[in-house]
C-alpha cells in the first residue's frame, strides 16, 4: 500500500524513525495506526456510556422520578450564598 502525506507529516514520520524510537516508518505508522484505532474505541465506549446514561434519565422521567431544572439551580445558587456568607464570617472573624 502507497501512502501520500503532506510534507509535514512526512517529516513527522522521519522525525521519529531519526529519534531511535521507531526502527522504520512501517514501526510508525502501525503506532498511528494502532493509537487511532485505541482513540476511536474510547470513543464509541464513551458514546455507548452518554447513551446509556440518556436512556436511565428517560426511564426515570418516564416514572416521574425527575427534579425541576429551576429547583436545582435554585438549590445551588442557595449552596454558594451560604458558602459565601461562611467565607465572610471566617474573614471578617479574623
Given at each position: 500500500m502507497n501512502i501520500s502525506l503532506t510534507p509535514?507529516?512526512?517529516q513527522l514520520v522521519k522525525d521519529?524513525?531519526?529519534s531511535g524510537k521507531y526502527n522504520s516508518v512501517t514501526e510508525v505508522m502501525g503506532e498511528a495506526l494502532r493509537l487511532l484505532e485505541e482513540r476511536d474505541r474510547i470513543r464509541d465506549q464513551r458514546l455507548a456510556e452518554l447513551k446509556a446514561k440518556i436512556q436511565e434519565g428517560i426511564e426515570a422521567?418516564?416514572?416521574g422520578e425527575v427534579i425541576d431544572g429551576e429547583?436545582?439551580?435554585a438549590e445551588i445558587e442557595e449552596d454558594i450564598?451560604?458558602?459565601e456568607a461562611?467565607?465572610?464570617q471566617a474573614?471578617?472573624?479574623k
Open positions: 509535514e507529516l512526512e521519529k524513525v531519526s422521567s418516564e416514572r429547583e436545582v439551580f450564598r451560604r458558602a461562611q467565607m465572610q474573614e471578617a472573624a
